[in-house]
Structures are given as structure tokens and as C-alpha cells.
């Protein structure tokens, strides 16, 4: 008797450790189960982060919101069944609380209604939602709707939205997680915030983490849902124009300016061409990713057409914070939109306007901003344009042509001139400067010497660079095989061009092409380029691949006789200010043959700049200078000129 029942016990103990085991089995599998969710983490982890954006403008949004303001939050977020139920139920009741605290507002009446409506899809949505996710597993969600009016409430609601900041993120994140897998997908989490005040009214809405398959189930759902635009999940026009309208609202009680900007994508229709409508589409929907993150979080961008966007700027300060914000939409298109589309630039063309200066109300902003637009387009595409004139007089005349630089070479503004440089022994033309000339759409000839420093500031002078530099070479190709007369060409480098390989490496590519002698290209460097140690390479790799150097403005700048033999320059430009008032000016009459004897020890040839007067060019020919570039044998002349003003001196003309 004894046994068996010593041997109960025993198996009652191996019975519990059996299943303790189990139950520990069990608990490791489910935390691995959960762990193993988050591997799938990343893509949620994106939509947090956007959420968390979100609340943070929403928050900005509250904490600009007085006590006599009235807020509204919604929101919708994974739970389960019966919470989602009572939840429902909740929402109804707090909604016609809501509408209770309106009630006795009359600014705020069409803000509710429009809440009503929303808030009404949002239960429809819910309810679909509850569906879906009772089809699945045990999880739904839940909708908290809380309103209020006052101070206190106001409070109330800011306190609710920071605690889900902080507190709930990664809660809410592994409920998404988990809500997602089961439901097969139908998670939405959706913050509403609408805040109605006497003295002002601001509205934001957010709608986000819904994942494919649950949004295009929704969508069939809820056909009438249309305040987002499908491809690129921004707000869509009907959207934008409500929004707008309440913004406008608080806007014209506050007494502050608003800007509207018109995009519209540049050379889309290519793109469609290229790649078909689903590059095209892949393009929009990357175009509208760049657009937002340029964008501050108070700021409204949607899709108002095809490849048409809207943004809405709040509390626009100054026409030259919205000109640099316009600048900054067009920047980041700079980059290829997609790799495949690395040969075209997509751009973006941008008229804005301003309330309450250029519309009182949605509808003429956006027409006149949209008109705006197709002036931008009409004159060259890839910039903004304001429609109150003034505002583009305000906006700096250095930030337009900054902005200006970076379409001139696609717009052909750009010319070069080329200036003749005279051997002063025999007549002979022995080269020729190229100078680049900009005629602007609106300014007309703008001047090298100001543009130029623009363009290295910005950097669109390595563009502009890379095409001096071939058009210069293929133009005195051009005329050495058709004419004959040309030996050489000489080509102005800038700094920030100079450290950037592309201006050997064009050389190189050039050379190797048009099969011309090395030595026919000259690039004119200034002084200070030389003690660059940045610059060193790039000056030794024009060396060896055979061009000449020559030193601009010599004796202005930063002159080390060292360097002029370091690396063995060709040739030296006698500065303008050291030619002029030769022979008289007693300081330039001693310090001229001073640079030409110094020039001539070293081996180094030497040309004089700015030589206007017969005096001075018999002054310098006389002290070992044979060389001389000026207005007196000709100034910069386009390639037709300098071919007629050839042909009627003859090649040896001047003397
Ligand atoms: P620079 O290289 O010293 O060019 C000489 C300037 O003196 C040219 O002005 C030319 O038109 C002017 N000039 C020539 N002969 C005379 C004369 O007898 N009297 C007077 N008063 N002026 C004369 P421009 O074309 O306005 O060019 C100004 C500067 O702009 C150039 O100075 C050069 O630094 C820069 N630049 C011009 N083209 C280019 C370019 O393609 N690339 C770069 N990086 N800089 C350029
Ligand atoms: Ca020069
Ligand atoms: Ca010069």
C-alpha cells in the first residue's frame, strides 16, 4: 500500500515540473513569437517616427492654443474587441458633447459640421475595421475622442497627446505589430485635432499607418472618403481648399500674411514617355517624399493635379523666407529622382502667392499662384515667381541671379565673346581670351564680374565651367580647320572649378577626341590659386596632360616666384592696373619692366592686359613685353566678329 501511494506523490511532483516546463516552454515561444514580429519592425518603425512628427505639430498646434479655444482630438488605435465596442459607442456620446460645446458658436459652426462629417467616416472606417480584425483574431481598435473648451480642457488634451508621445510610442508600436499580423493587415491609427477659437482656428489632420491591403479594402468601403490623394498619400485638392479656407480664417483674424506656392514638375511628360505611367508615377511619388521633408511641420503641402502641388505656409514672415523656401523645393529636385533618370532634369517651376495681397480667399490664391506658376515656366522653367511684382523686386537681385545660374546654361543664356591677343612685334593675332557673357531673361547683360563670384558661391559654376570650357574648344577648333588663323585659346578657370577634377578630366576627353595639340589650350588661373596645397594635383595633371598655364591679374595677388616655377607656368597676364597710365605713371613705369624682367629670367612668357593706348604698347614692346591683349586692337567680339574683323585687317592687320 505503502508504495503506490509514496509513488502518487512522486508523480504528482514530476506531474507539476512536467508542467511548469510546459508552461516556461510556452512563455520562451511566445516571447520568441513577439521578438520574431519585430523583425518586421523597420517598415513600422518609419510610420511611428511619421506619427510622432505628427503629434509634435499637433502639439505645437495646442500649445498655440489659448484658453478660449475649443480642441477636438480623435483618435482611432489597435485594441481589442470589446474596448473597440464600448469605444464606438464613446465616440458617439463624446461627439455630441462636442457639438454641445460649439453649440453656442457661431465661428465655429462649419468647423464642427466638417468634424461631424469626418468623424462620421471615421466611425464607418472603425466599424469596417472592427470587422476585418473580428474576421482575423480577437484584436480591433479602439476610438478615444475627447473634446474640450477652455483652459482647462485645453490642458487636458495637451496632456493626453504628450503621454501618447512619449509614453505609448513603443506600446503602440508593438500592438501595431501584432494588430497588423493578425488582422492581415488592417491597422489605422488616425489622430484628428481640430482646434475652433474666437480668436483663431487652426486644424490639422493626420491619417497614417494603414497598410496596403487594409487601405485599398477601406477605400472600397469608403468610396467617399476622397481627401487623399492614392498615389502619393498627401492631402488632395478638396483637402488643401478646406484646409486653406480655416487657415485663411485665422490668418485674416490675426492679421498675418499667408503664402501659397503653386508647383508644377517640370518635363513629367518625359519622364511618362521614358519610363512609361509607372515611372511616372514612381517619379510623383518621390517628387511629393522630397517636397515634405522641405517643408516645416506647420506647413500644408498637397496633390492638386497630375503633377501639380500645393503648399500652404503659415505665418509667412518675409517674401525672402518664402524665396528660401521656394529655393529650397527646387534644390532638392537637383538630385536625379529616380536612378534611370540620371540624363533628365526633372524640375520644378513655383508662383506664390501672397494673402492677403495677391487673394482674400482660397480661390484666388490659387489662381493666382498657379498663374504665377506658368509665368515661372514661360521664362525658363526650374524657378519660382511671385505674383505681386514687388515681392520679386524685394527678393535680392544676388538670390535671383543665384538661382538663375543654375537653368542658363539649359536656357542658352550664355554666350562667350573671345579677345584677340596681339603679338606686338609682327601684328600677328597669337590667340584669344574666351569672356563669358549672360544675358538674363529680365536684367538683360549682366556682367562676368558679378555673376561669376554668384556662381562659385552657389557651385553652379562647375556647370557653367564645363560648358566654357568645351564651347571655347570646339569653337577655335572650328576655326582653326575652316579658317586657319587660330593658334590658341585661352580659357578663365575659377577656384572652385579648378579643385574639381571635372576640368582635367573634360580637358583629357577634349584632347583625346578632337586630336588637337595640348598646347593650343591655355587655362588662365589668378595668384592665389597656386598656394592652394588643395590645388596642387590639379594644376600638376594640367601640366602633364600638356595644356599651358598662365597666370591672371599677375601682380594683384598673392605672387611667390617659387610657385611660378613649381609648376613650370607658361605664361603671366601683366595686370590692367600696372598698364594703365604707362608711360607717365612713374610707379607703373619702373614696376611693369620689373614683372617683364623677372617674367623673362624665369623663362616664363609674358602678355600685357588692358592696353588701350598706342603709348602703352610702345612702352611695353620697348621693355622685352612682345605680347598685349586690349581695347586697342579689339575688344571681346563674338565668333562672327572676330572672323569679319580677321578677314578686313588680315592676320597681321595692327601694325
Ligand atoms: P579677366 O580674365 O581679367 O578678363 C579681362 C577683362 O578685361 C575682360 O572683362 C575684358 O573685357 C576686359 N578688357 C580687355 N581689354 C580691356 C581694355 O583695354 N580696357 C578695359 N577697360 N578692359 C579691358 P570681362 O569680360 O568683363 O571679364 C571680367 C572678368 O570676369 C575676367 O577678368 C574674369 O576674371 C572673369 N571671367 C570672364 N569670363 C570668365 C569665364 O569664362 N570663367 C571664369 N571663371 N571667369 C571669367
Ligand atoms: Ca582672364
Ligand atoms: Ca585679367
Avoid at 229 to 243: Q, R, S, V, Y
Avoid at 293 to 312: C, H, K, Y
Wanted: charged letters at 25%.
Amino acid at each position: 500500500m505503502r508504495g503506490p501511494r509514496h509513488i502518487t506523490v512522486e508523480a504528482w511532483i514530476l506531474g507539476i515540473f512536467v508542467c511548469g516546463l510546459v508552461v516556461m516552454l510556452m512563455l520562451f515561444a511566445l516571447s520568441w513569437y513577439n521578438s520574431t514580429q519585430y523583425t518586421h519592425a523597420q517598415e513600422r518603425v518609419v510610420h511611428l517616427n511619421e506619427h510622432i512628427l505628427a503629434m509634435s505639430s499637433l502639439l505645437m498646434a495646442l500649445e498655440q492654443a489659448d484658453g478660449h479655444q475649443r480642441g477636438y482630438l480623435l483618435l482611432h488605435e489597435a485594441r481589442y474587441r470589446d474596448d473597440c465596442v464600448r469605444a464606438i459607442g464613446d465616440a458617439r456620446q463624446d461627439y455630441n458633447r462636442l457639438q454641445a460645446i460649439f453649440a453656442d458658436d457661431r465661428d465655429s459652426a462649419g468647423l464642427v459640421s466638417r468634424i461631424g462629417e469626418l468623424e462620421d467616416r471615421k466611425i464607418q472606417e472603425l466599424t469596417v475595421m472592427l470587422e476585418l480584425v473580428q474576421a482575423g483574431n480577437n484584436q480591433a481598435a479602439i476610438v478615444l475622442l475627447r473634446a474640450g473648451a477652455g483652459r482647462a480642457e485645453m490642458d487636458e488634451l495637451r496632456t493626453l497627446l504628450s503621454a501618447m508621445k512619449v509614453h505609448r510610442a513603443q506600446e503602440l508600436e508593438v500592438l501595431l505589430q501584432q494588430s497588423e499580423r493578425r488582422a492581415g493587415g488592417s491597422i489605422s491609427l488616425m489622430i484628428i485635432l481640430s482646434l475652433g477659437a474666437i480668436a483663431g482656428l487652426v486644424t490639422a489632420f493626420v491619417l497614417m499607418n494603414r497598410s496596403l491591403g487594409a487601405r485599398r479594402r477601406l477605400n472600397l468601403e469608403l468610396s467617399k472618403d476622397k481627401s487623399r490623394d492614392e498615389l502619393t498619400g498627401l492631402p488632395n485638392k478638396a483637402m488643401f481648399m478646406d484646409w486653406g479656407y480655416s487657415a485663411l480664417a485665422g490668418a485674416r483674424r490675426e492679421d498675418v500674411h499667408m503664402a501659397m506656392l503653386y508647383l508644377d514638375l517640370d518635363l513629367l511628360s518625359e519622364v511618362n514617355k521614358l519610363l512609361g505611367t509607372r515611372g511616372g508615377d514612381a517619379a510623383l511619388v518621390e517628387a511629393a517624399r522630397r517636397f515634405q521633408g522641405a517643408i516645416r511641420q506647420t506647413d500644408m503641402i498637397a496633390r492638386l493635379g497630375e503633377d501639380e502641388f500645393g503648399i500652404l505656409v503659415s505665418g509667412a514672415s518675409s517674401v525672402s523666407n518664402v524665396a528660401t523656401l521656394a529655393r529650397r523645393l527646387i534644390d532638392v529636385m537637383a538630385r536625379p529622382l529616380l536612378p534611370e533618370l540620371h540624363e533628365i532634369h526633372i524640375g520644378v517651376s513655383i508662383g506664390i502667392a501672397i494673402f492677403p495681397d495677391d487673394g482674400k480667399d482660397m480661390r484666388d490664391l490659387l489662381a493666382n499662384g498657379r498663374q504665377s506658376m506658368l509665368t515661372a515656366k514661360s521664362q525658363g522653367k526650374n524657378r519660382y515667381r511671385f505674383h505681386f511684382d514687388n515681392a520679386n523686386q524685394l527678393v535680392s537681385r544676388q538670390e535671383t541671379l543665384s538661382q538663375d545660374l543654375f537653368n542658363a546654361v539649359a536656357n542658352k543664356e550664355l554666350y562667350l565673346l573671345y579677345q584677340p591677343q596681339i603679338d606686338l612685334q609682327t601684328g600677328e593675332m597669337v590667340g584669344a581670351e574666351a569672356l563669358l557673357r549672360w544675358r538674363h531673361p529680365y536684367f538683360g547683360d549682366v556682367g562676368p564680374q558679378e555673376f561669376i563670384p554668384i556662381a562659385e558661391a552657389s557651385g553652379s559654376i562647375l556647370t557653367i565651367g564645363a560648358w566654357v570650357l568645351r564651347t571655347a574648344c570646339e569653337q577655335m577648333v572650328r576655326w582653326q580647320t575652316e579658317l586657319g588663323f587660330l593658334r590658341r585659346i585661352s580659357v578663365n578657370v575659377s577656384s572652385r572649378q579648378l579643385l574639381d577634377s571635372r576640368v582635367s578630366n573634360a580637358l583629357a576627353e577634349f584632347l583625346s577626341e578632337s586630336g588637337i595639340p595640348p598646347d593650343m589650350i591655355e587655362i588662365e588661373l589668378v595668384e592665389r590659386m597656386l598656394v592652394e596645397p588643395r590645388a596642387a594635383d590639379e594644376i600638376d595633371r594640367l601640366k602633364a596632360i600638356g595644356v599651358r598655364i598662365s597666370i591672371d591679374d599677375f601682380g594683384t595677388g598673392y605672387s611667390s616666384l617659387s610657385y611660378l616655377k613649381r609648376f613650370s607656368i607658361d605664361m603671366i597676364k601683366i595686370d590692367k592696373s600696372f598698364v594703365d597710365g604707362l608711360p607717365e605713371d612713374s610707379s607703373n613705369a619702373s614696376l611693369t619692366p620689373t614683372i617683364i624682367g623677372m617674367a623673362q629670367g624665369m623663362g616664363i612668357e609674358v602678355i600685357a592686359e588692358g592696353v588701350e593706348t598706342p603709348a602703352q604698347a610702345g612702352f611695353l614692346l620697348s621693355h622685352g613685353c612682345r605680347l598685349a591683349q586690349g581695347y586697342l586692337f579689339a575688344k571681346p567680339m563674338s565668333s562672327g566678329q572676330l572672323i569679319d574683323w580677321v578677314q578686313t585687317r588680315g592676320l597681321t592687320g595692327w601694325k
